[in-house]
């Protein structure tokens, strides 16, 4: 059992997930509580510099929950772990039945509003908690970073690169996903591009370089493999001295009706260099090759090098992008926000804990837009409650635990997002410092709110 | 193809890979390059914070490099990509040969310190160049993180809760399995259980609380359920109030003959609110309930929190360690370090790039201790240098593309780690300006670089 990736198959899914959804499953069970309840996702806050989230994450939590169930190997495995048979009875026949409401994946999105609404007998509705928050944790996470380092590079390529880097197996595929729906050209990463059918590129190592005695042998030896696609790595020794050798080689290769596509940089000042290199390769009539760069970039460092004019066509992106490193997670969290109880009523809840209050109630996000298009503020509002000329921003997307939404493809939610990025005004896309962008809660919401924290308070606090 | 988790599966994982390997490679083919080269995979600096690495991630780099093939699915995959058809035969018989060495997994490593070292004909040994990254940066660290966060917690335990935060699945069963042998007492990733073998441990979460009318009759309806191994969360609404809830059911329990286990905290001040939680659980008789605390901790907020004195018994610690947030990547690399030419002599190789020179030649480090068997310094030499009076940490670990090492139990490296750890000084163990520990370079190795660093600048760079 404890081999590589063994565990890796979907069935086995439903064991990836915090003991105490399982804990407190066998104690509804145990309880007899089989009510529907409903739980919201939600983001609580930003990361720091972040203005807005681009969701993503959703097809993945679908499929979980058309698919969860569990074998026989888990169940005696939870038995072992004290879990009566009756319970592993119930588990044994274990299926999500629920209603889901979701928004679309690609689309922008703010702090506190409902990104996926579960409905489903508490039981079901608890157990699927870790799996949504894990996924759209790093899918979210990923898809917002990946749009702020697009935005930077103002029109110019960018490839994502860090599979090296990004967390394991399935992060390094969920990267490539979502940098290319928030606007990524294409990734490195070879099985995301059979997998996704996202472009894949590459170039060389410096390893490539200093296998072969001289600098300029591995150059010839590239583009004889690659006369029509070569981007040649020149920095191993010495950029300019690189650069000057790969002007060799493309002339060389124009003599045979050929040309080189292009030389990468990928440490020292990149601005400086490449003005350099291009002006270098400009003088020898190469005004075709384009420059790459790559090396420790994300949106901040992207954004200076274009304003000090750096002469680089394409980015190359990678670990602080797959990782998020200046923040490797968002705030996502799971939380009940209405149950039935027995005689059929709707129970609103919401949690009060310092900094961490809930919204009660099944919502609904509603979107207003100007007349052209462009998002002025958004309203959290009850799911029954009327809101006049406004976009509601959740779907329903699954219906007794069967997909009731045509799931889009990887391009479409690709044109989504970037529809989304176009109608969301620029000053929220500042790297820095972006107004908030306006949330509001609706009156009946803010009307609920006050009168469940008056109960609350009475109940749970006062009566000590 | 797009759905969730069809690539996970071993054989997928040659595509695994940077583009750029296979595009390498398939130079290297044909240019008619199958001479053995030597490659490293050390981390060039430690992160911020960090004065030492704990080694992870070997067992699974082993399993991947005596199992990586490619499918005809990846081959016509490939063809579409432009690769040509002698290559894709190549390919089609694919399997790694070489040899490696290793430090074992749990060892306490410093920058620059080879921790892998791979020779192989050189197409083999780059093209498992990205999954030998993406696995030691993920593990390595993650058991450096935990590490930290153990010896702040000052041998209460530490429990890893990060599933919901963690880079999707990959990510959320290496960092249990990273964190156990870093010295974690358990994990909440119930898959991970199962897989591993290692403690899973959960409670409750507010939404239990929540979907009961009362708090205490969610209390209840738990210790029905669990009236032997009850931690009862107790801030939902307010601490105290619900500290004094928890009582009330302890004493049922009593009545029963059986004990609450414990109590919860996950918000506010835990220093302050502990303590107060002790003294009312002390005042009414339940000395033995213990204290759990969780909410946002790392090992700087658990050592602050007992600094101030905190009356907790176990620390939940979950996205920031589980995600490393301070620093959610290591600098690992994989450096060309020797290739062999074609009249079989050695040609070591180094990289001179600003900030990014590497280590020629096929090396080994060495630990010096003191007569109690304390970590005093260590040396990297070249392999066949003798150094006298010093432990060699690289082990051969597979010969001929053939393991020959017993991998150790997760258990074996737990004791490996604990071990290291115990013989690193206290003052490498402080969280915050530890001194840097001492890594010389042996005479030879100096030698060899010096001689080096003139043939290369005066071969590629002056001539220009």
């Known amino acids: 059992m404890n081999s590589f990736l063994d565990y890796q198959n979907q069935q086995n899914m439903s064991l990836f997930t915090d003991l105490y959804e399982l804990t407190m499953c066998a104690s509804y069970f145990d309880n007899n509580k089989f009510e529907p309840a409903t739980f919201d996702l939600f983001i609580r806050r930003l990361p720091e510099n972040r203005s807005y989230l681009m969701f993503a994450g959703l097809e993945q939590v679908l499929q979980y929950l058309k698919s969860v169930r569990f074998t026989e190997e888990h169940l005696s495995y939870l038995k072992k772990q004290g879990f009566n048979s009756q319970f592993l009875d119930y588990l044994r026949g274990f299926k999500f039945t629920g209603e889901v409401w979701a928004v679309p994946e690609g689309t922008v999105a703010f ?10 007998p508490i039981i079901e509705a608890q157990l699927v908690e870790t799996f949504l928050l894990n ?3 790093l899918q979210t996470m990923i898809a917002t970073k990946a749009s702020r380092v697009i935005h930077a590079a103002q029109g110019k390529a960018v490839i994502e690169f860090g599979l090296r880097r990004e967390h394991g197996i399935d992060a390094g595929m969920k990267v490539a996903r979502c940098s290319y729906i928030a606007g990524c050209h294409g990734t490195s990463n070879v099985l995301a591009g059979l997998v996704y059918g996202i472009p894949v590129f590459g170039t060389m190592a410096h390893s490539f370089i200093m296998s072969y005695e001289r600098e300029i042998d591995a150059f010839r030896a590239f583009a004889k493999t690659f006369p029509d696609k070569s981007t040649l790595l020149i920095d191993t020794y010495d950029d300019i001295a690189g650069a000057e050798k ?18 990468r940089l990928d440490s020292g000042d990149l601005a400086a260099t490449s003005k350099k290199v291009r002006k270098l390769l400009d003088e020898k009539g190469l005004e075709y090759v384009s420059i790459f760069a790559s090396g420790d970039l994300d949106e901040f460092k992207i954004a200076e090098l274009l304003r000090r004019g750096a002469r680089i066509d394409a980015f190359g992106v990678g670990t602080k992008m797959g990782t998020s490193a200046d923040k490797p997670y968002v705030d996502v969290i799971y939380k009940l926000c209405e149950t039935i109880t027995a005689n059929g009523t709707s129970a609103p809840i919401m949690k009060l804990s310092e900094g961490k209050a809930t919204l009660p109630g099944r919502k609904q996000v509603y979107r207003f837009k100007d007349a052209d298009g462009f998002y002025e503020r958004d309203v959290i509002a009850l799911a029954d409650e009327k809101v006049e000329g406004a976009e509601p921003l959740l779907r329903k997307v699954m219906e007794n635990g069967k997909l009731t939404y045509s799931l889009p493809s990887l391009e479409e939610i690709r044109t989504t997002a970037a529809a989304n990025l176009a109608k969301l005004p620029e000053k929220y896309k500042q790297l820095t410092a972006a107004p908030e962008y306006p949330v509001e809660i609706s009156p009946n919401l803010s009307a609920l709110i006050r009168k ?3 109960k609350l308070t009475q109940n749970e606090i006062r009566q000590r």
């Open 452 to 454: 469940l924290r008056r």
């Open 111 to 120: 702090p506190c509003e409902p990104l996926i609404r579960v409905t489903a």
């Open 246 to 263: 790969a002007a060799v080689v493309a002339k060389e290769l124009e003599k045979k009706g050929l040309r080189l596509s292009g030389v």
């Open 135 to 137: 996924t759209v944790n």
